[in-house]
T-cell receptor
Framework: ETGVTQTPRHLVMGMTNKKSLKCEQH?????MYWYKQSAKKPLELMFV???????ENNSVPSRFSPECPNSSHLFLHLHTLQPEDSALYLC???????????????FGPGTRLTVL | GNSVTQMEGPVTLSEEAFLTINCTYT??????LFWYVQYPGEGLQLLLK?????DKGSNKGFEATYRKETTSFHLEKGSVQVSDSAVYFC????????????FGKGTTLSVSS
């Protein structure tokens, strides 16, 4: 138990559906992250939020839309996904200052997404 | 830019064998270095870390020493167990670069009894 929870743990959706992934951290951290982990590919950083402000968006397609309403919650809204978007989506959090990132991240268990 | 290079896997060992997983890095500043482990069906967990040159991180029998002269942070364990089978990720964070953790591609370890 890392203090970071993700729901749902598994999700199957069609290409025309709209769904959302939820991440919650109980660690008092101010930075939160979304990663995509596909089979046989490196871990891909998607989005970074620090103090609720988005600080990184690594060329992620617009069919993925993040939302960070407060420092404890992070959402990933999904719409019109493609089968190649099937992957494990990991959320993480860390305690950072305002001048940069230096600390270890705590990961949730991930959401296994399958797009049909 | 900053980067992390890990040895390609998979690594297959018998129980009680010695383990080394190589990791080298490129960084502009003075990074902190980490090893994460991912067990099947789970997220990543921090295994150990080192924040400055010559520091040794250790946990659960695993060790890694921050070597600035060789820009390396190799993971070692003297006697692996079947329960160590997992994917291991080397990572760095460089506060001066202002970016989040940079991960290596991961090395899969499989230990048989």
């Amino acid at each position: 138990e890392t203090g970071v929870t993700q729901t749902p743990r598994h999700l199957v959706m069609g290409m025309t559906n709209k769904k959302s992934l939820k991440c919650e951290q109980h660690l008092g951290h101010n930075a939160m992250y979304w990663y995509k982990q596909s089979a046989k590919k490196p871990l891909e950083l998607m989005f970074v939020y620090n103090f609720k402000e988005q600080t990184e968006n690594n060329s992620v397609p617009s069919r993925f839309s993040p939302e960070c309403p407060n420092s404890s919650h992070l959402f990933l809204h999904l719409h019109t996904l493609q089968p190649e978007d099937s992957a494990l989506y990991l959320c993480a959090s860390s305690a950072e200052g305002t001048i940069g990132f230096n600390n270890e991240q705590f990961f949730g268990p991930g959401t296994r997404l399958t797009v049909l | 830019g900053n980067s992390v290079t890990q040895m390609e896997g998979p690594v297959t060992l018998s129980e009680e064998a010695f383990l080394t997983i190589n990791c080298t890095y490129t960084a502009t500043g003075y990074p902190s270095l980490f090893w994460y482990v991912q067990y099947p069906g789970e997220g990543l967990q921090l295994l150990l870390k080192a924040t400055k040159a010559d520091d040794k991180g250790s946990n659960k029998g695993f060790e890694a020493t921050y070597r600035k002269e060789t820009t390396s942070f190799h993971l070692e364990k003297g006697s692996v167990q079947v329960s160590d089978s997992a994917v291991y990720f080397c990572a760095l964070s460089d506060q001066k670069a202002g970016t989040a953790l940079i991960f290596g591609k991961g090395t899969t370890l499989s230990v048989s009894s």
